[in-house]
């Protein structure tokens, strides 16, 4: 039997928590969304287009989850004001306000003219599935590059599996080089939000690609922000209210400074030309405003290796010479763009140089069959790179490329002589293939549950008895009985490039695409259809920019994974090819945080509170 003084003093306590809960809903509800000058009533014009998303919400409902109606036509919380605002803009408005962020982002994307909300407690979610991913991702690396590969011993993932999609990075040599300890990497999962396939009153976030190393939309956090609030100033106090995209460049650089041995040494930015957009433009100048010294092959100042250390090189105005040692260098680049000395950057190079050869419309049909010949690797189990460059070195023109190079700079990272943000051989781990393993990786490693999900993936191959590859039966039925719900990849393509989605595909193109499984069944897998989100007439996905390790950095009081405050989104026509491509008429879209507090834990206290006051 309980204590009756110690009765007494916890439902003291419990009736002091219900105060505070009913506080914090009387004090703080109306931060449960930003609040923006919207009082008058919508025109009529604004109404009919109010009205007619709504109704589109109410029929999609078991289709796919809009950001701003919820399944049964009312505007979501978060939209309450901010959508009637957007809804008045005519055509003609939002096709000038298009042009304007396009000219803000120098030709290089639009913005959408209308933020992707989310709410904190639901962003406070996502980064812990973004940091428990990126945590088995480092542990994993850490365990192979240690040479213990327990992974293998427990089933994990076969060593046969895992050297091809070693092998399709070409990094297959950097084993034995690496200290599993200075493993860091900037990591950018895509999530979507979207419907449980089985269960459509369900949703989930689910990841559809790891991405590792440069990351799209690293450079664009600050300026969607300042971009929106110049072209809409009525949504400014949206954005003061959700939280500042600029500390995750600060928090780097703390992060950064705690990894230099000497606090004297340099942190330099190196961006290697050219570059395919502006963003590098906006990473520069978010780097130089931070204290870094940005250093191109164009700058005065060059980065250069002596002794296997790292040094920043100049002169003044009268010749005089100067030195100064670097400790840690910000590059966004892969490795084989700044030093093609390094053998396995070279042999990267020609791996690469291989595939846009096989892309080439112009190459010739022989050329063609024997590069397919030697990457498809059905059967085979190593690569003939004597073969491979010596197919592609007459077709191009390195000469950029080894100006751009600062010869021995890889030895002297793999030596940990200067560290960087982005450790070399660990590509491997945004193969689509290796995809199919994280989830498990964190349950082996973390002994956790995922918290962000795969989406049901069917390999297109399989092994026989024999230890053949042979193609998967199972994943070609999926596109044969049911395409329209399925999604067929090249687990090493980039971008938009080898993807054929089902629901957007002719069943002449269904046909072909089925061909192509045929002819490389051992790089290619099958996923669920899941429909990306919707927010304004947009299918949107999520990239959650992060830096994750090196596990040395939890000494020194920083966390393992440093997560930007706020994601990047991606928005495209609904009505497109289904590929989340900016390219394809897309565009950039400024995600916004709402503060939010815990509205579970109150009302679970209540069912409790009810329980206790009966008794």
Not at 19 to 35: D, E, G, M, N, V
Not at 414 to 428: A, L, N, Q, R, S
């Amino acid at each position: 039997m309980l204590n009756q003084g110690k009765m007494k003093k916890s439902k003291s306590a419990q009736y002091f928590f219900l105060l505070i809960c009913l506080l914090l809903q009387i004090s703080f509800f109306p931060l449960a969304t930003y609040s923006v000058e919207n009082t008058k009533t919508p025109s009529a014009y604004a109404q009919k287009k109010i009205d007619e998303a709504s109704k589109k919400a109410i029929k999609n409902a078991n289709l796919y989850y809009d950001e701003i109606f919820d399944a049964k036509g009312k505007i979501r919380e978060a939209y309450k004001d901010i959508y009637p605002l957007f809804a008045e803009k005519t055509k003609a408005e939002l096709k000038a306000l298009r042009k304007k962020s396009i000219a803000a982002f120098k030709k290089d994307n639009a913005l959408a003219s209308i933020p992707r909300i989310f709410s904190e407690s639901d962003y406070d979610e996502i980064k812990k599935g973004v940091e428990q991913r990126g945590k088995a991702l480092l542990l994993f690396l850490e365990d192979y590059y240690s040479g213990e590969k327990k992974f293998i011993k427990d089933g994990i993932i076969s060593e046969t599996i895992l050297n091809r999609i070693i092998e399709r990075s070409g990094e297959q040599d950097y084993f034995g080089r690496i200290n599993p300890k200075d493993i860091t990497f900037p990591y950018g999962p895509d999530l979507m939000r979207g419907l449980d396939p089985t269960d459509s009153n369900k949703t989930h976030w689910y990841v559809f690609e790891d991405n590792i190393g440069f990351l799209g939309g690293s450079g664009d956090l600050i300026h969607g922000h300042e971009t929106l609030v110049k072209n809409v100033p009525e949504y400014k106090a949206l954005l003061e209210g959700s939280p500042d995209p600029a500390q995750f460049y600060k928090n780097q650089i703390s992060r950064y400074r705690a990894q230099l041995k000497d606090p004297k040494d340099l942190i330099i930015f190196y961006a290697v030309p050219p570059y395919s957009d502006n963003e590098d433009s906006r990473l520069k100048k978010i780097w130089k405003d931070l204290g870094v010294e940005i250093v191109t092959p164009n700058t005065k100042k060059k980065l250069i290796i002596e002794n296997d250390e790292a040094y920043l090189t100049w002169k003044n105005k009268s010749g005089r010479k100067y030195k100064k040692k670097v400790g840690f260098i910000i590059s966004y680049n892969e490795h084989k763009d700044f030093d093609l000395s390094h053998p396995i950057a070279r042999k990267q190079q020609f791996l690469e140089d291989a595939k846009q050869t096989l892309d080439d419309k112009n190459t010739h049909h022989t050329l063609k069959k024997e590069l397919e010949s030697l990457l498809s690797k059905k059967i085979k189990t190593k690569l003939d790179w004597k073969k491979i460059e010596k197919l592609v070195v007459k077709r191009i023109d390195l000469r950029s490329v080894y100006a751009a190079s600062i010869p021995n700079l890889i030895k002297t990272i793999e030596h940990g002589k200067v560290k960087t943000i982005y450790t070399p051989g660990i590509d491997f781990v945004g193969d689509k293939e290796f995809y199919t393993y994280v989830e498990d990786l964190i349950r082996y490693y973390l002994k956790e549950e995922p918290i962000l999900r795969n989406i049901p993936t069917e390999r297109a191959y399989k092994f026989n008895e024999k230890g053949e590859m042979i193609i998967n039966k199972v994943a070609k039925q999926l596109l044969e009985n049911d395409f329209d719900h399925h999604v067929l990849k090249i687990v090493d393509g980039r971008g938009g490039d080898g993807i054929w989605v089902g629901p957007k595909l002719s069943k002449l193109q269904q046909l072909n695409a089925l061909k192509a499984i045929d002819q490389d069944f051992s790089r290619m897998q099958v996923q669920r259809f899941i429909h990306p989100s919707v927010l304004a007439g947009d299918i949107v996905d999520t990239r959650v920019l992060s830096q994750i390790g090196p596990s040395s950095i939890s000494s020194k009081g920083l966390p393992l994974a440093e997560i930007s405050p706020i994601p990047w989104v991606r928005g495209v026509p609904v009505d497109g090819n289904g590929k989340m491509n900016v390219s394809d008429a897309g565009h950039e879209v400024a995600a916004l945080i709402t503060p939010s507090y815990n509205t579970h834990a109150c009302s679970a206290f209540y069912t409790e509170l009810g329980k206790h006051l009966q008794e």
